[in-house]
């Protein structure tokens, strides 16, 4: 287990999405996150205190989280000189990097001195089977995206958590490291070995009750050159029976590749249907999750009620006006 609660590094996060780690655990673990502690340049900002290694400690942190989520998942050197002295303090530090701490020899010498651990999130645990194709007993809702870091995690979460509410049977499955960091448990699937990514899904979403739901945290896009993969193999694996949309509508191209523009809706929702109906031929596109977070209440609105009569889906930002309208979707599969 991960002692909490925890101190955020923000690190030199050139932006706010480069920081989603630290903003998933703020938003739906807030009573662990006491602070921030951000490196000159940086750029994100949780809205939670800044505090230094020693104010934080004094306030009850006991594990320092790296907070940001880079391109390609990397431990920047500027970082180095905070690990060590955090470690030094007594904390542990748990990490959602590909870069893993364990490679850190300093890093790791500094902890087997303090007796602290180091915990890397991203290293599969379990020997996960090839995928076999073969359908499950209960339900799935997996998220998917135009692109990566649309809101599939909120998403997910926002819908069991209105299920739950509602007494019905629901499950979030994490697939990411900000997921697992939060509720504890999940698949990395970014650093599973290819073969076996679908069928570390088969394995996370097993046979259930009937009325049972999995909701299924999404990754990357279809539609991205970089992270196509782990999209697929989540609905190659996850079988859903139903698929829900998240878009952020601001964006003018894919995260990361100015290069690239994003899919229009229509074009998302198609190629999800084509690959999801060759492993589950009753799945259905039940409704969109918009990310508004960058729009004015009047303009989120009237996106949302664009967004719906173009698709002719019910249409909300889960986050922002509840996620409501995405369970009662799933009403009648």
Known sequence: MIPTPYLLFLGDAPDPLAAKVAQGIRDWRPEHAVGQLRLPGCRADMRLPD????????AGARTLVIGVANRGGTFAESWRAAMIEAVEMGYDIASGLHTLLRDQPDLVAAARAERQRLHDVRIP??????AS???RT???CLAVGTDCSAGKMYTAMAMERVMRQRGMKATFRATGQTGILITGEGVPLDAVIADFMAGSIEWLTPDNDPDH???IEGQGSLSHPSYA???LALIHGGQPDALVLCHEPTRTHMRGLPHYPLPSLEEARD????????????????????????????????????AAERMDLPATDPYRFGAGPLVDALDGI
């Not at 505090?51 to 004094?58: D, H, I, K, P, V």
């Not at 645990?125 to 090839?130: C, G, K, L, N, T």
């Not at 999801?276 to 031929?281: K, M, Y």
């Open 51 to 58: 505090m230094s290694l020693a104010e934080a400690w004094e």
């Open 125 to 130: 645990s379990v020997r996960y089977p090839i």
């Open 133 to 135: 194709g073969e359908r």
């Open 138 to 140: 209960g339900k799935r």
């Open 213 to 215: 739901w999995d909701l």
């Open 229 to 231: 993969g782990v999209s």
């Open 271 to 306: 190629t999800a249907l084509l690959h999801a109906r060759r492993v589950n031929p009753d799945c259905r596109l039940v409704a969109l999750s918009i990310n508004t977070a960058a729009l004015d209440e009047a303009a989120a609105r009237a996106c949302l009620a664009e």
